[in-house]
Each structure stands twice: as structure tokens, then as C-alpha cells.
């Protein structure tokens, strides 16, 4: 597992970097958070990435979540102190685990492993409500599908989703694609 730190003090680093080893991690990089360590960081492709910010400023915190959102890893993120405000923000950008005044080298493990899990947990619940709403979408294109085939040819609601399955499994397409289709037909033909 590769993991990398974002930390700008050095002994804070050695601390985090101590508890990953004894826990048996050794791909493990320390990137200061200067110039383009964002792009540096991406092209790592790190497993999980630890935040050290010790006592960060507004700006900090804000260049930190931005990490956060564009690497869609398990952040856990480091902090001496904090308020509701910076903690919602850190929760929104999607920081996994958010620990404050709590740098120790034993919990390092603990709070790496909450990161992961919460992260996989949140990844899962984001892909089935993606599933779910593609589901929906294509539920709604269907049923438009087959109130034009129930307008145009006369057919019951079952007959026109049967006409639709059938057609599907002729084309080895989906439902949704093949009604998506005789919607946009139905469009170009004016609605006849």
C-alpha cells in the first residue's frame, strides 16, 4: 500500500512515518505542501493519503480539502486544533477520517484503518446512488417510450414493454437505449 504524507515539519512527518513502519507499511513518501504538490501527488497514485497540518490557517485548510477533492482517496487529515466550521469542511470535501490534537505514533494504524474503511464504505453508498439514479432515469425514458408505442400502435402498457424488451434482446441493447431511440424517432417524426 502506498501512502503519502502531506507534511511541511519534519518531525510531525517522523511521527506519522514511525507509526506506518511499526504497523508494517514501508511505501511511504513525505510530500511538503509547496508548488505543484498536487500534480506530484496524483502521479504517485498514493493508496491513502495522511494530512499533517498541525495548526493550519483558513488558506491552508482550503488547499488541503482541494486535495481531498481531486484525488478521491482515503484522506485522513491531522490538526491541533479545529472548529465546526473547518470541520464541515473537511467533511465535505470528503476527508475520511478528521483527527484533532490526536498525533501519536499508535494511533496512526487505528486511524489509517477508519480512514480506508470509511472511504470504501462512503464509495460504495456514492455507487449505488448512481446506480439508483441511472435506474430511475432509464425507468423514466421507458415509460415514455411505451406511452408513445401505447399512443401510436395502440398496444397495452405490457404489450408496449414486451415490444421494447423484445427489441432490446434482437439488437443486444439495452431497454433503455432501444426506448431512448424510439423517443428520439418519435421527436424527429413531429410526434406522429
Do not use: C
Amino acid at each position: 500500500m502506498r501512502i503519502v504524507i502531506v507534511d511541511d515539519s519534519g518531525l510531525r512527518a517522523t511521527v506519522l512515518e514511525e507509526g506506518l513502519r511499526d504497523a508494517g507499511y514501508d511505501d511511504i513518501h513525505v510530500v511538503p505542501p509547496q508548488g505543484a504538490f498536487v500534480a506530484k501527488i496524483e502521479r504517485m497514485a498514493p493508496d491513502v493519503v495522511l494530512m499533517d497540518l498541525g495548526s493550519p490557517s483558513r488558506d491552508t485548510l482550503e488547499e488541503m480539502l482541494a486535495v481531498s477533492r481531486a484525488l478521491a482517496r482515503p484522506i485522513a487529515m491531522f490538526v491541533d486544533q479545529s472548529d465546526d466550521a473547518m470541520i464541515g469542511a473537511a467533511i465535505d470535501a470528503g476527508v475520511s477520517a478528521y483527527v484533532v490534537d490526536g498525533l501519536r505514533k499508535d494511533r496512526v494504524k487505528p486511524i489509517l484503518d477508519l480512514a480506508i474503511r470509511r472511504f470504501n464504505a462512503f464509495a460504495r453508498m456514492q455507487t449505488e446512488l448512481d446506480e439508483a439514479r441511472t435506474a430511475l432515469a432509464d425507468r423514466k425514458v421507458i415509460d415514455r417510450a411505451k406511452a408513445i408505442l401505447m399512443q401510436t400502435r395502440g398496444l397495452s402498457e405490457p404489450e408496449a414493454y414486451t415490444l421494447l424488451r423484445s427489441t432490446a434482446m434482437s439488437q443486444s441493447k439495452r431497454i433503455a437505449d432501444v426506448a431512448d431511440a424510439l423517443i428520439t424517432a418519435h421527436s424527429l417524426l413531429g410526434g406522429l
